[in-house]
């Protein structure tokens, strides 16, 4: 059992990696930092699990930000933790696979490279696309990197909207449009629609059309950690305990304590109580407002606002060992994206056997994951919370017509089955304590805008994906980033 000290300067609950930044910012400035994670191991959604003998993510398709000047890499230069963590470039980025198309994918270029090819009657409109997705990662990339509104000073605040015209012109245009709209106001072909609109494995077509447009027109290349998701966490972990942070795993907070207007500390659920000069919660953000700090302590209006906003969905997760070495197979893609339909309303619904997939195969860039000759294998379909009343009785029947569809890009594959994990919404929930397992925090909508930080309370801030509209690690190391700012600014 974790021993504490009495009083910290920090105690922030949740070690995803929002928490994590957060946490290992405030200690290299000098901080008493305290990091309490309700599981066995930091990360949140950016870990990874071991199943006989198989080394499986548990959200973590892959990253971006981690080239020289990207958000990651300045994030860990910062701490002096670039070089613990070895990242690798992904080539090609993503295989695309549906009826009468096979497209590997490494940047913008090679994809609209590939879609005039394929469609030769919508080259105009492809390119025309195109250069709006660029021209909109970059007013993006400008708009993440500008002083967040929580940190920033009343003329900078003001000066906002006229900046917004100017500088973020086509960012602010999309970001009040769904991806549907965008995708079906560019094209005429409907497979074309359907094959532009489930490029991306965690966004749905009513998403805020600038998130998918940001990722299609990025000039960063993507990436994955040597060891899996799990070493960007404990390089997080690491560095904040090297600076003199502390990190208590199985340590869960029952609630958080409040004198006045104040949050002074938290107390554990084996009754433990810690005091401290500020919290941050990193947990999600339901959980955090009604569940930790309590409804008394919040207005109203902010408690209906919390309880109408439209969580992300979940996902269902068949992780698999199996008996062929796919890489040697020819496999070259560590993500594929599993198209059966070419009809988006069967793309996105919640049937098994014509919902798009998305297959990752980490074991081709990180052979560590799997022993030699075999492949670890996931299957990720996205779903609603409440598609399935009883998950714990369906999972299984779900799971089988998910390998069965998946065996249309891996023949056989069930027939090389060594061992098999299942991650249903149900247990994301259970296990991360996000909401009905919600994978990206809030619901990224059209016109969805930025959550502050800050809370109706004193010396309490929020970290995480449920503060960034679309998550992501990049976001969320920002998020921590900026927590850490907040709290660095008290006297």
Partial sequence: ????????????????????????????????????????????????????????????????????????????????????????????????????????????????????????????????FMSECRAV????????????????????????????????????????????????????????????????????????????????????????PRRGAQALADALADGMQRYGGHLALNSAVDRLLVEGRRVVGVKLKDGTQIRARHVVSNADARQTFLRLLGEQYISSRFIARLNGGTLSPSAFVVSLGVSLNLKAMGFDAATIVYNPSDDPDRLFGTDPANCRLGITIHSILEPSQAPDSTSAVQIVALFPYDAVQDWKAEEEAIADR?????????PRLSNHILCRHINSPASLEESTSNTHGAVLGWYPAPRTRTRSQ??????????????????????????????????????
């Fill in 402 to 410: 998910l390998v069965a569809s998946a065996e249309k890009v891996i």
């Fill in 454 to 491: 800050r809370t109706p309370v004193k010396n309490f801030y929020q970290a995480g994906q449920w503060t960034y509209t679309g998550g992501g690690v990049p976001a969320t190391i920002a998020s921590g980033r900026n927590a850490a700012q907040l709290v660095l600014r008290r006297k």
């Fill in 1 to 128: 059992m974790p021993s504490f000290k009495d009083t910290y300067d920090v105690v922030i609950v949740g070690a995803g990696i929002g928490g994590l930044t957060c946490g290992a910012f405030l200690a290299k400035n000098k901080k008493s930092v305290l990091v309490l994670e309700q599981n066995g191991r930091p990360g949140g959604y950016c870990s990874s699990f071991e199943h006989r003998g198989y080394v499986f993510d548990t959200g973590l398709l892959y990253l971006t930000g981690c080239e020289l000047g990207g958000s990651v890499y300045q994030a860990l230069d910062s701490l002096g933790l670039r070089e613990s963590v070895d990242f690798m470039r992904i080539r090609p980025a993503t295989r695309l696979i549906g009826t009468g198309y096979d497209f590997r994918i490494s940047s913008s270029e090679e994809l609209e490279d590939k879609l005039t090819q394929a469609f030769p009657l919508e080259t105009l409109a492809i390119r025309q």
């Fill in 137 to 224: 990662a970059d007013e993006t990339g400008r708009l993440l990197n500008r002083k967040p509104a929580d940190l920033a000073n009343v003329w900078q605040k003001m000066a906002w909207p006229i900046l917004s015209l100017v500088r973020y012109r086509r960012a602010m245009v999309y970001g009040r449009k769904s991806w549907r709209q965008v995708v079906d106001g560019f094209f005429s072909d409907p497979k074309l629609r359907a094959i532009v609109l489930s490029l991306f494995p965690l966004y749905d077509p009513g998403v805020m059309a600038r998130l998918p447009m940001m990722e299609l027109g990025s000039r960063e290349d993507r990436y994955y």
